[in-house]
């Protein structure tokens, strides 16, 4: 018995140290942190949803998308409109419509992405993210190139209770804990396991009796939910919403975050969202116009060395440490 359970709890920390021990660095830090790396680490936060979003489709589903910050746009602008033209300020109204519309948006583009696959499925979805793009560049209604701005933070609907620098962060990483919780549901779920069967052969799914466009629209609609989640709350933190981030170049940088960070985990996309923002910053303030040479380099470095992303490496060094050191029972 003695021996069971010596063995139990370095198996119980080997599975969730590096989340626990991630969490309370999370927890703990920021307040002490200066208030502008306070607003870095709530961007991060912020691009690790709209990250996991995309790795729903991309890691698990196996489906290339060049067009997913439609929702993420689709889902700040609606935020932006309700704020700024109809006055609407209450968070727990403006929320959910944004992201529901987002939703919307996502049920009805992946109808006509969804006909195509492969390197297909890809164009139609970059072709359909710049259309978006393109009403947006020539609409006044949402101020056309410059987009909308002077975008508060939310207003919770609590008397006396404002969100500052670090309260917002709190409830940003929250509604993260919130998201990864219910995204992990999902790919652990029946339906979770269906989609891996799908990105490994679909045919053979098809056979056993799966609609398995059916699953892949599915999927397609709640990583669009999840992406206007991210576009609502990048529109809180930054106070501005435009045309670009409707487009290819906010698809590509999801996409490069999940990569990097690792394809199919989920808080592999948290980590790759952490690397990327944090270069992107010193890249603003020592050498702004090489930031796409910087990312360029950091992608094609992980691609070569990092093989299936840096959470992939991060996991396998801690199983060594921890089944190979002291930990062992």
Partial sequence: MITVKR???????????????????????PPFLPM???????????????????????GYTGLLSLGHAAFF????????????N?????FWIVAPIS??????????LGLIALRVTGIYFLLVTFALSMLLASIALKWNYVNGIYGMAGIMRPDLGLAGFRL?????????????????FLMYRVVNSPFGHALRGIRESESRMRALGYNTW???????????????????????????????????????????ICIIGGIGTLWGPFVGALVIILLEYFSSINAPERWPLILGGVFVIAVMFLKG????????????????????G
């Avoid at 746009?73 to 700024?84: C, P, S, T, W």
């Avoid at 529901?100 to 009805?108: D, E, N, Q, R, S």
């Fill in 36 to 58: 502008y790396v306070q607003s870095i680490i709530t961007k991060v936060a912020v691009f690790a949803i709209f990250a996991m979003s995309l790795d729903l489709i991309m």
């Fill in 86 to 90: 109809f006055e609407i300020t209450n």
């Fill in 164 to 180: 500052n620098h670090i309260k917002f962060y709190y409830f940003v990483f929250l509604i993260l804990i919130l998201c990864y």
């Fill in 214 to 256: 059916l699953y892949k629209y599915i999927t397609f609609i709640i990583a669009g939910l999840f992406a206007g989640v991210g576009g609502v709350l990048f529109t809180y933190q930054s106070g501005v919403i435009a045309p670009q981030h409707l487009g290819v170049t906010v698809s590509t940088l999801a996409m490069l």
């Fill in 309 to 328: 992303g840096i959470a992939f490496h991060l996991k396998k060094l801690w199983n060594k440490m921890f089944l190979n050191g002291s930990f062992k």
């Fill in 73 to 84: 746009g689709v889902g700040g602008y609606m935020a932006a409109i309700l704020i700024k």
């Fill in 7 to 29: 063995l139990y709890r370095p198996a119980i920390f080997a599975s969730y140290g590096p989340y626990m021990i991630g969490l309370a660095i999370f927890l703990i830090v």
């Fill in 99 to 108: 992201i529901v519309v987002a939703a919307l948006f996502a049920a009805v």
